[in-house]
């Protein structure tokens, strides 16, 4: 059996972190597992917490804090736990979500066969709606192999959290992969990069991951329109140089960086001027050629109109970009 490795960033979630703790006391993986707590220097008791907890323990499984001496977001505090990580395989856990008592078990039964890349399973939502439905796994049970075949089903059948998924350490390291530190939506490009460079992928049909959608979040804070622009700018950026070097440059990698751009370019709160001004600067990093994006669009007039920003000069690109396809509602 593998060696798993849980990766648990701790930063102000007092309310919530007994509750994560005690569901990895329940497992019922019986391989080698380690449980890697991250304090990431938050002002409240949640370390307190967390230490009375494991102090109480007398379970066989094993606990490791590591630290920084400041603060310093939740990709650094994923990052430490990485660099931490001794085992074949490792799992990101956000301390104010939960595992059910199977998770790890569940989501370890296709290694006995291979050795994927990474093995996706299915998350319950709690105090989310159906517009959170797009992050349940879509995927049938099984395999997929083949870097074009995950690209093709990323955001289609499985989502960008970084969570829910065992990922391979070895293939990680070997990648290069990693949070970008100081970024938020920082899964968005860390999914994109494993999708690009994974070629094997296992989905499990079974909830691994218990996540709760929280006032107070990343996910549920308002961002100020200049912010988005700025975060999804920088990830349009990343993502758009990670698929020039790895020279991928088909329709899916398409969809994804204009999926990137329209993000970064938010339907209320720029002026006309800031709006033109991001996309001239961002668009370049989304184009790809001609022959592609018709393959994208099909014979869907609408797509094709949506796409038709691309074929323009920049600042007439921006006009269509703002007045027509922002407003079909991609």
Not at 217 to 235: C, L, M, Q, W, Y
Request: hydrophobic share 40%.
């Amino acid at each position: 059996m593998k060696k798993l490795s849980v990766i648990v960033p701790v930063y102000n979630v007092a309310p919530y972190i007994e509750a994560c703790i005690n569901s990895l006391f329940s497992q019922t993986y019986t391989g080698s597992a380690e449980f890697i707590i991250v304090d990431d220097r938050g002002g409240d008791d949640s370390m307190d917490i967390v230490r009375r907890l494991l102090g109480s323990y007398t379970g066989p499984l094993s606990f490791l804090i590591a630290g920084h001496d400041r603060n310093r977001g939740l990709s650094a505090a994923r990052n430490t736990g990485l660099d931490a990580a001794t085992g074949d395989y490792v799992f990101f856990l956000d301390s104010d979500d939960e595992l059910p008592a199977d998770a790890l078990e569940k989501l370890s039964e296709p290694l006995e066969a291979a050795d994927y890349d990474i093995v996706a399973g299915d998350i319950e939502i709690c105090g989310g709606g159906s517009s959170d439905d797009f992050l349940h796994l879509r995927l049938p049970g099984g395999a997929v192999l083949g870097q074009p075949g995950i690209l093709h089903t990323y955001r289609r059948q499985w989502n960008m959290m970084a969570q829910a998924k065992l990922y391979r350490r070895d293939w990680l390291l070997a990648e290069g992969l990693r949070f970008r530190e100081g970024l938020i939506h920082e899964d968005e490009l860390f999914s994109f990069e494993a999708a690009c460079a994974a070629q094997s992928l296992c989905a499990v049909a079974s909830s691994v991951y218990i996540y709760k959608l929280r006032r107070g979040s990343i996910v549920n804070t308002p961002r100020e329109p200049e912010k988005t622009a700025s975060t999804f700018g920088e990830i349009l950026r990343e993502a758009s140089q990670f698929a020039s070097r790895r020279h991928l440059g088909g329709k899916d990698v398409f969809r994804r960086l204009d999926a990137f751009l329209d993000s970064a370019l938010p339907a209320e709160g720029l002026s006309y001027g800031q709006y033109s001004a991001i996309y001239r600067e961002l668009r370049r990093y989304a184009r790809l050629p001609l022959p592609v994006r018709l393959r994208v669009a099909g014979p869907d007039l609408r797509r094709q109109a949506d796409y038709f920003h691309y074929v323009l000069p920049p600042r007439a690109g921006a006009w269509w970009h703002y007045h027509v396809s922002r407003r079909a509602g991609r």
